[in-house]
């Protein structure tokens, strides 16, 4: 079964910064691209970043691009996301998302989500 | 990247056919065919109904359809039942590595 498992959610003020991460189970890990999405509560889905299986290629929207940071490490099955100068438009669901192979863009499985809120 | 533009609610009786537009600001919403839909109910995540304009994932029942014509994509529900109230969301990747989801349309089973 496969299984993702974010964490790292919370509350963080303006400014700061926060590590997401999740862990993977059920499927080669290191076949797959990854993804990271968030939603606003009440609102839409926003593709934040995608990570290839080798990790040597990524790219971002251009809303969190040069604040942001994914990554990944095969060896433990994870997936990361590093966000930096957090702002209050930050504030949502940030969700682990499993590409159905590499680079398809098809998002076959979810994490539950962890939530983020920016506040002072 | 522009949310993709979707309407805000559509409904229909069971047994009837909905289709959901998504719409992009190109001439092709999607060049190479990276286009899904996802259905979401409250508190819950997405999940995969068609990816690549007309593939559905195994265990989505083929009442769900997609299709595509220039810059707009479609997902058409046929037989329309009560479970299937929703949000859905279209998501196309755009130029590069980037790809943006559709602004979400809710979905009433009347």
């Known amino acids: 079964e496969v299984q993702l498992v974010e964490s790292g959610g919370g509350l963080v003020s303006p400014g700061k910064s926060l590590r997401l991460s999740c862990t993977a189970s059920g499927f080669k890990f290191e076949a797959s691209t990854m993804h990271w999405v968030r939603q606003v509560p009440g609102r839409g889905l926003e593709w934040l970043s995608g990570?290839?299986?080798?990790?040597?290629?990524?790219d971002y929207a251009d809303s969190v691009k040069g604040r942001f940071t994914i990554s990944r490490d095969n060896g433990r099955n994870s997936l990361y996301l590093q966000m930096d100068g957090l702002r209050g438009d930050d504030t949502a669901t940030y969700y682990c998302?499993?590409?159905?192979?590499?680079?398809?863009?098809?998002?076959?499985?979810w994490g539950q989500g962890t939530p983020v809120n920016v506040s002072s | 990247q522009s949310a993709l533009t979707q309407p805000r609610s559509v409904s229909g009786s069971p047994g009837q056919s909905v289709t959901i537009s998504c719409t992009g600001p190109?001439?092709?919403?999607?060049?190479?065919?990276?286009v899904s839909w996802f259905q979401q109910y409250p508190g819950k995540a997405p999940k995969l109904l068609i990816y690549h304009v007309t593939k559905r994932p195994s265990g989505v029942p083929d009442r769900f359809s997609g299709s595509k014509s220039g810059n707009t994509a479609s997902l058409t529900i046929s037989g329309l039942q009560a479970e299937d109230e929703a949000d859905f969301y279209c998501f196309a990747k755009g130029n590069g590595f980037t790809g943006v989801f559709g602004t979400g349309t809710k979905l009433t089973v009347l």
């Open positions: 990570i290839i299986s080798t990790g040597r290629f990524e």
């Open positions: 998302v499993k590409d159905i192979g590499e680079t398809f863009w098809a998002f076959e499985y």
């Open positions: 190109n001439s092709d919403i999607s060049p190479y065919n990276f």
